[in-house]
């Protein structure tokens, strides 16, 4: 069964700074999709970025970035000249494309941004 | 930009009655979802639905469970009997394939008393 771990249940960045939140997943599949949700305590689950496994180029979006090491199964989240506005619980998350629909999450990591 | 809408935020229902989670995906979107996440733990798939039916549950959407697309803008979850252990953030979800990224509601925070 496929599974998904965050290993940092807590970080904390400065204001203008740059942070990396982890993500390992495991899974027999070669084929598949990785997606980092961001959750701010106004509750409702964004999603940040997106990486099909077929593609080895990583996905970025503004100041969020992915390092998607497929090898290791590893996806990480940098998040560069960090903002207030930041501040959320992080989701990553798995899923097939194909037969099934449902994402697995990881436990998510807790940013805290200091100014 | 469109929202997945659910009501209402804040649910308290004695144990052992019925509760009904409501949800408004977005309007063009065809795969509707529901998640739920006890506190301190991880976000957990429920229940996929798909032109009328469902596609895919976990093996925590037992009997007690059922969702329902009552007109075609609503998407419902019911939860019968409930117990102290439901007591979670349900988000109901949705996306326009089932390719494209899951577009979350705020939640429904469920306690049960």
């Known amino acids: 069964a496929q599974t998904v771990t965050q290993s940092q249940p807590e970080m904390s960045v400065q204001e203008a700074e740059t942070v990396t939140l982890s993500c390992t997943y495991d899974t027999s599949e070669s084929d598949y999709y990785l997606f980092w949700y961001k959750q701010p305590p106004s509750r409702q689950m964004i999603l940040v970025i997106r990486q099909e496994a077929y593609k080895q180029q990583n996905a970025t979006e503004n100041r969020f970035s992915v390092n998607f090491q497929k090898a290791a199964k590893s996806f990480s989240l940098k998040i560069s000249d960090s903002q207030l506005g930041d501040a959320a619980m992080y989701f990553c998350?798995?899923?097939?494309?194909?037969?099934?629909?449902?994402?697995?999450f990881g436990t998510g990591t807790r940013l805290q941004v200091f100014p | 930009e469109p929202e997945v809408t659910q009501t209402p935020s804040h649910q308290v229902t004695q144990m052992g009655q019925e509760v009904i989670l409501r949800c408004v995906p977005i309007s063009n979107h065809l795969y509707f979802y529901w998640y739920r996440q006890i506190l301190g733990q991880k976000v957990e798939f429920l229940v996929s639905f798909y032109n009328n039916e469902i596609s895919e549950k976990s093996e925590i959407f037992d009997d007690q469970f059922s969702v329902e697309r009552p007109d075609g803008s609503n998407f419902t979850l019911k939860i019968r009997s409930t117990k102290l252990e439901d007591s979670a953030m349900y988000f109901c979800?949705?996306?326009?394939?089932?390719?494209?990224?899951?577009?979350f509601g705020d939640g429904t925070r469920l306690s049960i008393l």
């Open positions: 998350a798995y899923r097939q494309p194909y037969n099934t629909d449902k994402l697995i």
């Open positions: 979800a949705s996306s326009p394939d089932r390719y494209q990224p899951q577009h």
